[in-house]
């Protein structure tokens, strides 16, 4: 009786480890599958809060150069005299200067961040952009017919951005 009693205590115990054994591996995967799906969505939410960011930059960007893009309207309006004029459109030059290179660092990280529909229009912007100061250029220079040419980038620059606007609201909405 003592080595049935003896059987029976070690297959118990047997049973019990056993038991503790499995409940430990599941357990063990239930915490290591809520520590991914975690890490995931802090992974997603960061990269959403990333894009975000370098967006609304691009935007940010963007607005300041097209207010000097705008000026040129003023100078003509506000101005009658062709060298105060000139002179004012030089310098609204250098303040584009001064606002083209963050506004095509924008756009380049916008490249890599993505998602390509966002970075092809970010892209566009960039382009548009470039088209737009090198009109301007040609008005600088007093070309024929560079008014028209840089009025029609100008609008080509605000059209891009607007198509820009709509792809990253359309990529932060899906994500």
Not at 63 to 84: C, K, N, S
Not at 117 to 143: C, F, I, M
């Amino acid at each position: 009786m003592i080595d049935e009693a003896l059987w029976v205590a070690a297959l118990t115990g047997g049973m019990a480890v056993l038991a503790s054994w499995v409940t430990s591996q599941g357990n063990a995967r239930a915490a290591r599958f809520q520590a991914e799906a975690s890490a995931r969505v802090q992974h997603l939410s960061q990269i959403r809060e990333t894009r975000r960011s370098a967006y609304l930059e691009l935007i940010e960007q963007a607005h300041i150069t097209g207010e000097l893009y705008w000026r040129l309207g003023d100078v003509y309006a506000q101005l009658t005299d062709a060298d105060a004029q000139m002179a004012r459109i030089q310098q609204l030059r250098v303040e584009l200067r001064d606002e083209f290179d963050p506004l095509m660092h924008c756009a380049r990280v916008i490249l890599v961040e993505g998602p390509r529909p966002v970075a092809e229009a970010g892209d566009a912007v960039r382009r548009a952009a470039s088209d737009a100061k090198a009109a301007l250029w040609r008005v600088s220079e007093g070309q024929v017919g560079a008014r028209a040419r840089f009025d029609e980038a100008h609008m080509g620059f605000r059209s891009c951005l607007d198509g820009f606007i709509e792809a990253a609201r359309a990529a932060i909405d899906g994500s």
